[in-house]
């Protein structure tokens, strides 16, 4: 059997009008390159480049174009057309043939054309109904990027629980196959389960709502997850004034302003969203003046000197769009501050326990894995707590609106407190 090498690519057609590129409404192209040859297939999109996501080749979630096609439907289409291809090159595979280009387009024209009458007929499926569900709901919440992309996750774990998914599927026996399907198939804590779950019940009460489903039996699901409460991670008085003092060896100049910009998150409250976008604009003589990105709030925080200190050492370094701190991506930040954390030996052992259905799992990891850019947000609350500022305060800096929402924090404090009195016993 042949095994033909090829690259299925998705990207914007590079066009110019006057010699100047065009931004809007861009064709979106399938290449195809294989066996020393290149091919271009239409998508029959088109979407606008700042809506395009380059690098994992799909249309940015919640994003719409000008004919008001949705990212998840554009993205699911295009995942579509790639499966299709593939088929198509498993059977030349099979038959011990390499396609010439044009035998391969027909072949793609063929089986497009074939599913796509069908997909026409069936335009109310569950996912289709899912899709507008995310659209619809994403415009009325103002959801986040990190919001679509959860629920994108939620829609996958859903395709490969059953790929026959329907309404009908998910009553009490379904729903009970779906969360034993999510423990022994995907290995997710309770915890996870339960959130999951959460959101597929509010996709089946918005369709129930919509008359798209009439299935009502999700409503009295309430299934028993053993869960413990969730590890609240954060630095230490000591060990965030040791990760502040670490000097950074000369090959590793890189985690300076990763270290800079978890310290300003440590000392000011802000999440990473907040600071990812923080602009000149935002800052004052005295204070930061914000509407954060997770919740709108509109807050005024007072500056210090440690997050003074920072905003001084860039204060002549140009960042684009206006921003103040070298804010890298999310994910690339998480795994350099691991890296730091390690090097700087924050490695105190963190107990956990959770369970997996009625399985107990007990781990032990060092602190410095465990540590990402939502630990500085923590580490302020805590540390404002020990220092003594009144609950109220802290929550006029952090945005929280009730008790509730800070109890976590507290309830860390008065273990500290218990611990700390522990060393009256010493004297």
Same mark, same amino acid.
């Given at each position: 059997?042949?095994?033909?090498?090829?690259?299925?690519?998705?990207?914007?057609?590079?066009?110019?009008? &006057?010699?100047? #590129?065009?931004?809007?409404?861009?064709?979106?192209?399938?290449?195809?390159?294989? /066996? !020393?040859?290149?091919?271009?297939?239409?998508?029959?999109?088109?979407?606008?480049?700042? @809506?395009?996501? &380059?690098?994992?080749? *799909?249309?940015?979630?919640?994003?719409?174009?000008?004919?008001?096609?949705?990212? !998840?439907?554009?993205?699911?289409?295009?995942?579509?057309?790639?499966?299709?291809?593939?088929?198509?090159?498993?059977?030349?595979?099979? +038959?011990?043939?390499?396609?010439?280009?044009?035998?391969?387009?027909?072949?793609?024209?063929?089986?497009?054309?074939?599913?796509? !009458?069908? $997909?026409?007929?069936?335009?109310?499926?569950?996912?289709?109904?899912?899709?507008?569900?995310? %659209?619809?709901?994403?415009?009325?919440?103002?959801?986040?990027?990190?919001?679509?992309?959860?629920?994108?996750?939620?829609?996958?774990?859903?395709?490969?629980?059953?790929? @026959?998914?329907?309404?009908?599927?998910?009553?009490? @026996?379904?729903? &009970?196959?779906?969360?034993?399907?999510?423990?022994?198939?995907?290995?997710?804590?309770?915890?996870?389960?339960?959130?999951?779950?959460?959101?597929?019940?509010?996709?089946?009460?918005?369709?129930?709502?919509?008359?798209?489903?009439?299935?009502?039996?999700?409503? /009295?699901?309430?299934?028993?997850?053993?869960?413990?409460?969730? +590890?609240?991670?954060?630095?230490?008085?000591?060990?965030?004034?040791?990760?502040?003092?670490?000097?950074?060896?000369?090959?590793?100049?890189?985690?300076?302003?990763?270290?800079?910009?978890?310290?300003?998150?440590?000392?000011?409250?802000?999440?990473?969203?907040?600071?990812? &976008?923080?602009?000149?604009?935002?800052? *004052?003589?005295?204070?930061?003046?914000?509407?954060?990105?997770?919740?709108?709030?509109? %807050?005024?925080?007072?500056?210090?000197?440690?997050?003074?200190?920072?905003? *001084? @050492?860039?204060?002549?370094?140009?960042?684009?769009?206006?921003?103040?701190?070298?804010?890298? $991506?999310?994910?690339?930040?998480?795994?350099?501050?691991?890296?730091?954390?390690?090097?700087?030996?924050?490695?105190?052992?963190?107990?956990?326990?959770?369970?997996?259905?009625? +399985?107990?799992?007990?781990?032990?990891? #060092?602190?410095?894995?465990?540590?990402?850019?939502?630990?500085?947000?923590?580490?302020?609350?805590?540390? /404002?707590?020990?220092?003594?500022?009144?609950?109220?305060?802290?929550?006029?800096?952090?945005?929280?609106?009730?008790?509730? /929402?800070?109890?976590?924090?507290?309830?860390?404090?008065?273990?500290? *407190?218990?611990?700390?009195?522990?060393?009256?016993?010493?004297?």
């Amino acid at each position: 059997m042949a095994n033909i090498k090829r690259n299925i690519i998705f990207s914007l057609e590079n066009r110019k009008k &006057n010699g100047i #590129p065009i931004v809007e409404n861009v064709p979106i192209r399938m290449r195809v390159v294989f /066996a !020393s040859n290149r091919i271009d297939f239409s998508t029959g999109y088109r979407i606008d480049v700042s @809506k395009w996501d &380059n690098e994992k080749q *799909k249309v940015k979630n919640g994003c719409t174009n000008k004919l008001k096609q949705s990212a !998840s439907d554009i993205n699911s289409d295009l995942l579509k057309y790639h499966a299709q291809l593939q088929d198509i090159f498993k059977v030349f595979e099979t +038959k011990n043939i390499i396609p010439t280009p044009d035998i391969l387009k027909e072949e793609f024209k063929n089986i497009s054309t074939s599913k796509d !009458s069908k $997909s026409k007929k069936n335009d109310k499926t569950f996912l289709n109904i899912f899709d507008k569900f995310t %659209l619809e709901c994403g415009r009325q919440n103002n959801w986040t990027e990190s919001t679509f992309e959860k629920f994108d996750s939620v829609r996958n774990h859903l395709i490969s629980f059953n790929t @026959k998914l329907s309404f009908e599927l998910f009553n009490e @026996k379904g729903l &009970n196959d779906y969360i034993i399907f999510l423990r022994d198939i995907k290995k997710m804590r309770n915890s996870t389960i339960a959130k999951q779950l959460g959101f597929l019940k509010w996709f089946l009460r918005w369709s129930n709502h919509k008359g798209h489903n009439n299935i009502t039996e999700f409503e /009295a699901f309430k299934p028993k997850l053993k869960n413990t409460p969730k +590890k609240v991670i954060f630095l230490t008085t000591e060990e965030l004034k040791q990760l502040q003092d670490y000097k950074i060896p000369e090959a590793k100049q890189y985690l300076d302003r990763v270290r800079d910009v978890f310290l300003f998150c440590c000392y000011s409250s802000l999440r990473y969203s907040d600071v990812y &976008n923080l602009k000149r604009s935002n800052i *004052k003589k005295d204070h930061i003046e914000i509407t954060t990105v997770k919740t709108a709030d509109s %807050l005024v925080i007072d500056l210090n000197d440690y997050t003074r200190g920072i905003l *001084k @050492k860039y204060s002549e370094v140009y960042f684009e769009d206006d921003k103040v701190l070298p804010v890298i $991506s999310n994910q690339k930040m998480n795994d350099y501050l691991k890296e730091l954390a390690e090097l700087a030996n924050i490695n105190e052992p963190v107990h956990e326990t959770y369970y997996r259905g009625n +399985k107990r799992i007990d781990t032990v990891t #060092p602190k410095y894995a465990l540590l990402g850019t939502h630990a500085g947000r923590r580490t302020f609350i805590c540390f /404002a707590l020990s220092l003594g500022i009144p609950v109220q305060v802290i929550m006029k800096w952090t945005g929280h609106s009730d008790y509730k /929402a800070m109890k976590p924090y507290i309830d860390v404090q008065d273990s500290i *407190k218990a611990s700390a009195m522990n060393k009256f016993n010493q004297i």
